[in-house]
């Protein structure tokens, strides 16, 4: 995605500060910049903006606000940029934990907001794309638990060897035009209701 084809909203309460951002922003080629400046209702504006980035620049936060921002960024699932003026260890840390990109203290430049701009995108991709793969390998597991449960039941069930019970669910859901992990699970289903096999 090039950089003018990025949405990005601007979260600021502060205008002055809110336009060295956007003008830090347009300068690198940045065109859809929208800028709001009261955080009430924030989630409803994201929603409706659906912004590819957040900046969010905070002058002095108190703890409320922060916490607050942090739950915000649990929530979008976007790369977020948060400027503070100043922090501590725990807010650091709580950033991190509320997947916010880049936590830059004390750093409101308008040439330093391209390169973490950046940088809060890169990481954010490099984290969903963690995730993701975590999720994947997950429901491969679970996938091969249940292949194996309905194997075992159709192994019982029909006296099939292990091959056997694995070439009939994969004509089954080839047939069915469905996942083989999917024919599994109705028949780990369907064994579940209809009460123990004989020889369970």
């Avoid at 750093?107 to 999720?135: C, H, Q, T, V």
């Amino acid at each position: 995605m090039s950089a003018g084809s990025l949405t990005i909203l601007v979260i600021d309460e502060n205008r002055i500060r809110a336009s060295i951002i956007e003008a830090g922003l347009r300068d690198a080629g940045h065109q859809h910049v929208t800028v709001v400046h009261d955080v009430a209702g924030i989630a409803r504006r994201i929603a409706e903006l659906e912004p590819d980035v957040i900046v969010i620049d905070l002058e002095n936060p108190n703890r409320d606000m922060l916490e607050n921002m942090f739950q915000l960024s649990r929530a979008v699932k976007r790369p977020i940029a948060m400027f503070v003026d100043r922090s501590d260890q725990a807010s650091i840390e709580a950033a991190v934990e509320a997947g916010v990109s880049a936590y830059v203290v004390d750093g409101l430049k308008k040439e330093r907001i391209k390169p973490i701009l950046d940088m809060a995108i890169s990481r954010f991709n490099a984290f969903s794309r963690m995730a993701r793969e975590l999720e994947e390998a997950r429901s491969e597991l679970e996938n091969r638990k249940v292949i194996d449960r309905a194997k075992g039941i159709l192994m019982k069930s029909r006296g099939l060897s292990e091959e056997a019970a694995y070439a009939l669910l994969r004509k089954t859901a080839m047939n069915q035009n469905r996942k083989i992990a999917e024919i599994a699970q109705s028949l780990v289903t369907a064994a579940g209701l209809l009460g123990p096999l004989e020889g369970e």
